[in-house]
């Protein structure tokens, strides 16, 4: 590989040379909020039935309404009860909801248990026999999402430490990275890149706009993937990928042809250098993959809740499909407040599908 000749000085380098990805701005707060909706709606239940664990009490006369469990995606499964109850001469009632992951097929039994210590806390036994798995299911999945946000986080929190640090003059060492992907729209060019420096263990990943022209400066190919050289500025966590003229550091003219010889004379003994245009086989950009992969279930998401809100309130009809599925599929609280819009509406009409009591014919 040619050898880049800098000038032996601290050097500027231009503006934005380091870009945080779009979807950093938009998923990691909705990553983020998941991890908090899920904590708060199922956290409470999980910790009630902790501690009615601990002495429990079965009330054998006790009264489970409009019970039911339902099963989405094969595996994940929240039942909902009104318990109402008698104990030590005071009458209790309370609205109970659990979600777990469990396999079953057809109905569960249960019944209704209390706290020894604390008689206002109830819940269904089934609760208590699925504790742990409520436990570790709730923790797993908040984990992952709140792993995967903060995550997030603080890899924009290096871009922004990264960036605030280049705006002053270091000095540069050259060093390769591994082109993993690039994304070309209009006249930007959008490169995705990782650290293969020997001293650099992590990979760390880099993500660049490259516009008016400006191409990467290739030097090789490994794996099948181009190889192009970057400059580490200064102590920076993230090297910073070089154009082929490099325009991206400040330099007179003299300097910039001094330091682009070695490259010219390995073009011409090689015929040509290896470049990143036309490249045989598309790629799409890590972070291109990345907002599909997200944006496509968002916007799906965002187009259910959308067509649930104009069933639940604007419908001019009950029973109309997929509507009554996707109530049903909402979760408890969001459930009833659906079927009682649907109620002030049709509540002198036969309860829809997801809006049924016991006797699946009447509002629950």
Same mark, same amino acid.
């Not at 699925?130 to 929190?157: E, Q």
């Not at 300097?255 to 490259?263: S, T, Y």
């Not at 998401?301 to 009809?317: E, H, N, P, R």
């Given at each position: ?120 806390? /109830?819940?269904?036994? &089934?609760?208590? %026999?699925? !504790?742990?798995?409520?436990?570790? @299911? ?5 984990? +992952? =999402? ?90 920076? /966590?993230?090297?910073? &990928?070089?154009? %082929?003229? !490099?325009?991206?550091?400040?330099? @007179? ?5 001094? +330091? =682009? ?97 016991? %006797? ?5």
């Amino acid at each position: 590989m040619p050898e880049l000749l800098l000038p032996r000085r601290p050097l500027q380098l231009a503006p934005d040379v380091i870009s945080t990805p779009r979807p950093y701005y938009w998923s990691t707060p909705i990553i983020l909020a998941l991890a908090i909706f899920l904590l708060v709606w199922e956290g409470p239940g999980v910790v009630r039935d902790f501690t009615i664990s601990q002495n429990p009490v079965l009330i054998e006369d006790g009264d489970l309404q409009n019970g039911r469990c339902t099963t989405r995606k094969g595996f994940f499964t929240d039942c909902e009860a009104r318990l109402v109850y008698s104990y030590g001469g005071r009458d209790y009632a309370t609205d109970v909801e659990i979600m777990f992951v469990d396999f079953h097929v057809g109905d569960y039994e249960t019944g209704l248990v209390i706290s020894g210590d604390r008689p206002e806390l /109830a819940t269904m036994s &089934l609760g208590l %026999d699925k !504790l742990w798995n409520r436990i570790i @299911t709730l923790s797993l999945l908040t984990l +992952a =999402l709140g792993g995967l946000g903060v995550g997030m986080i603080f890899l924009g929190l290096r871009i922004w430490r990264v960036r605030r640090q280049l705006r002053h003059p270091a000095m540069l060492v050259p060093v390769p990275v591994e082109v993993t992907a690039f994304d070309r729209k209009r006249d930007v060019l959008s490169v995705a890149y990782n650290d293969t420096s020997a001293n650099d263990r992590t990979k760390r990943s880099g993500y660049t706009k490259m516009r008016n022209g400006e191409e990467p400066l290739i030097v090789g190919d490994k794996g099948g993937k181009a190889v192009a050289l970057a400059v580490r500025h200064g102590k920076t /966590a993230l090297p910073v &990928l070089l154009d %082929d003229r !490099l325009m991206r550091i400040e330099l @007179t003219d003299a300097e910039r042809a001094q +330091a =682009l010889l070695p490259f010219r004379q390995a073009d011409e003994a090689q015929e040509h250098r290896p470049m990143l245009v036309d490249a045989p086989r598309k790629t799409v950009s890590i972070w291109r993959r990345l907002q599909i992969a997200l944006g496509v279930p968002l916007l799906i998401v965002v187009g259910l809740i959308g067509f649930w809100f104009w069933y639940v309130l604007a419908s001019d009809t009950q029973f109309q499909s997929p509507g009554m599925d996707i109530n049903n599929m909402m979760p408890g609280p969001v459930n009833r407040w659906g079927c009682d819009q649907l109620k002030k509406r049709f509540g002198d009409q036969r309860a829809p599908f997801g809006c049924t009591a016991s %006797d699946y014919m009447s509002w629950k």
